[in-house]
């Protein structure tokens, strides 16, 4: 298998601004990943609509094979012009990563990349190119699995000037505290998160700039395999699970008391059921033979999905949430493996009716079950993972 990539990122609006200035596109093609950070100029809605442009932009010139100049000529001729300062300006950071483990960066006006290797920092060249009148870094270079290459817009050296810091936290500092990081976290998650925290409390949790750390760590592909729900016929039983089990390098999580039945009888193979109630919301998890998580269907996928949307929206990534995330109940393992330790998903799903949960005159798409693998397939998507369904 190739290599692919982690991706997160944490912002911090500006103190009393509503929107974030700071805007991060994660984008995916055949080959590669790319994330985009622009940082619009000022703060608030001005700056937001200037980053977010920005992003849309060169994510989307980047996708159809523009070159650089083209998308530094099509910003340049596109973004508003400021009537106080007369300049249209947004500054920008590219990453983009191929399964071959080349690598691609391009820098304007951003603090410069971090680039992690073996808990090592790794010197990033200056190979200026001027641009339509704008000096731009670009540096290509090789990736390998470990890496961690961090994004940052300039609030994070802000951070702390005039108040815990006399001249803001030094690139230098963000960079060795970043080594420090990268060794006790295991995911692009709580990298981000926790340089985010950093900044927040030299700010003094009033931020006086927008801030944000956007973070991809290279690592092998993680597939993860979900099964819930019995299928529709039950002769098709043996072949969901056949399928569910097919990758032996996928993680396996079978979610629903049905579901992990069927699975232990087709499998051969005995079912036990933890006695530990470590949340008395979430029904316990059990062990069957070969399957990494086993656990309830709708309740613990449920809790899982307020997990994820709680990702998702980058406004809630503290300290606590990962104590949330850590928790030895279903859902919050759910949700961990598919947060910290997963590249792809695909769901196999059945459509047997379930009289305890919905009314069984109402047709399949309508249950509660399907909602929950809708609205969990949209969530993981957002998270920047493939995920695919199958019906049975």
Same mark, same amino acid.
């Given at each position: 298998?190739?290599?692919?990539?982690?991706?997160?990122?944490?912002?911090?609006?500006?103190?009393?601004?509503?929107?974030?200035?700071?805007?991060?596109?994660?984008?995916?093609?055949?080959?590669?990943?790319?994330?985009?950070?622009?940082?619009?100029? $000022?703060?608030?809605?001005?700056?937001?609509?200037?980053? &977010?442009?920005?992003?849309?932009?060169?994510?989307?010139?980047?996708?159809?094979?523009? *070159?650089?100049?083209?998308?530094?000529?099509?910003?340049?001729? &596109?973004?508003?012009?400021?009537?106080?300062?007369?300049?249209?300006? *947004?500054?920008?950071?590219?990453?983009?990563?191929?399964?071959?483990?080349?690598?691609?960066?391009?820098?304007?006006?951003?603090? $410069?990349?971090?680039?992690?290797?073996?808990?090592?920092?790794?010197?990033?060249?200056?190979?200026?190119?001027?641009?339509?009148?704008?000096?731009?870094?670009?540096?290509?270079?090789?990736?390998?699995?470990?890496?961690?290459?961090?994004?940052?817009?300039? $609030?994070?050296?802000?951070?702390?000037?005039?108040?815990?810091?006399?001249?803001?936290?030094?690139?230098?500092?963000?960079?060795?505290?970043?080594?420090?990081?990268?060794?006790?976290?295991?995911?692009?998650?709580?990298?981000?998160?926790?340089?985010?925290?950093?900044?927040?409390?030299?700010?003094?949790?009033?931020?006086?700039?927008?801030?944000?750390?956007?973070?991809?760590?290279?690592?092998?592909?993680?597939?993860?395999?979900?099964?819930?729900?019995?299928?529709?016929?039950?002769?098709?039983?043996?072949?969901?699970?056949?399928?569910?089990? *097919?990758?032996? +390098?996928?993680?396996?999580?079978? +979610?629903?008391?049905?579901?992990? &039945?069927?699975?232990?009888?087709?499998?051969?193979?005995?079912?036990?059921?933890?006695?530990?109630?470590?949340?008395?919301?979430?029904?316990?998890?059990?062990?069957?033979?070969?399957?990494?998580?086993?656990?309830?269907?709708?309740?613990?996928?449920?809790?899982?999905?307020?997990?994820?949307?709680?990702?998702?929206?980058?406004?809630?990534?503290?300290?606590?949430?990962?104590?949330?995330?850590?928790?030895?109940?279903?859902?919050?393992?759910?949700?961990?493996?598919?947060?910290?330790?997963?590249?792809?998903?695909?769901?196999?799903?059945?459509?047997?009716?379930?009289?305890?949960?919905?009314?069984?005159?109402?047709?399949?798409?309508?249950?509660?079950?399907?909602?929950?693998?809708?609205?969990?397939?949209?969530?993981?998507?957002?998270?920047?993972?493939?995920?695919?369904?199958?019906?049975?």
């Amino acid at each position: 298998m190739g290599i692919t990539v982690d991706v997160a990122y944490k912002s911090l609006n500006k103190f009393t601004e509503i929107l974030c200035g700071d805007k991060v596109e994660l984008l995916e093609t055949e080959d590669s990943n790319i994330m985009i950070l622009a940082d619009g100029m $000022g703060s608030g809605v001005k700056a937001n609509i200037l980053a &977010t442009l920005t992003s849309k932009i060169l994510g989307t010139m980047f996708l159809n094979g523009a *070159s650089l100049e083209e998308c530094v000529d099509t910003i340049v001729q &596109t973004l508003p012009v400021c009537q106080v300062r007369k300049v249209a300006y *947004s500054t920008f950071s590219i990453l983009q990563v191929f399964h071959s483990g080349d690598a691609y960066l391009v820098e304007f006006d951003n603090p $410069g990349c971090i680039f992690i290797r073996n808990g090592v920092l790794q010197k990033i060249p200056k190979n200026l190119r001027e641009v339509e009148g704008k000096k731009i870094n670009e540096f290509r270079f090789k990736v390998q699995k470990g890496d961690a290459l961090i994004l940052m817009s300039d $609030g994070t050296i802000h951070a702390g000037v005039g108040e815990l810091l006399n001249f803001g936290w030094l690139w230098e500092d963000i960079a060795q505290y970043a080594v420090k990081e990268y060794y006790k976290t295991v995911s692009a998650a709580r990298l981000a998160a926790a340089l985010s925290r950093a900044c927040d409390e030299l700010y003094q949790f009033k931020p006086g700039d927008d801030t944000t750390v956007a973070v991809m760590r290279v690592i092998d592909q993680k597939p993860v395999h979900l099964m819930t729900g019995p299928a529709s016929n039950p002769d098709d039983d043996a072949r969901m699970v056949r399928d569910f089990m *097919s990758d032996e +390098s996928a993680k396996k999580i079978v +979610s629903g008391g049905t579901s992990s &039945t069927i699975v232990a009888r087709v499998l051969n193979r005995t079912m036990d059921v933890s006695l530990d109630y470590t949340d008395p919301e979430i029904p316990p998890i059990a062990y069957i033979e070969g399957i990494d998580l086993v656990t309830e269907g709708v309740l613990t996928l449920n809790r899982t999905l307020q997990l994820i949307r709680r990702y998702v929206k980058n406004e809630t990534i503290t300290e606590d949430f990962f104590l949330e995330l850590d928790k030895k109940n279903g859902a919050s393992m759910i949700a961990k493996m598919l947060i910290e330790d997963c590249t792809e998903v695909h769901m196999y799903v059945g459509k047997a009716i379930n009289s305890a949960y919905q009314n069984p005159n109402l047709p399949f798409d309508l249950g509660i079950r399907q909602n929950l693998v809708d609205q969990l397939r949209h969530a993981i998507e957002e998270m920047g993972k493939k995920v695919s369904v199958t019906y049975y």
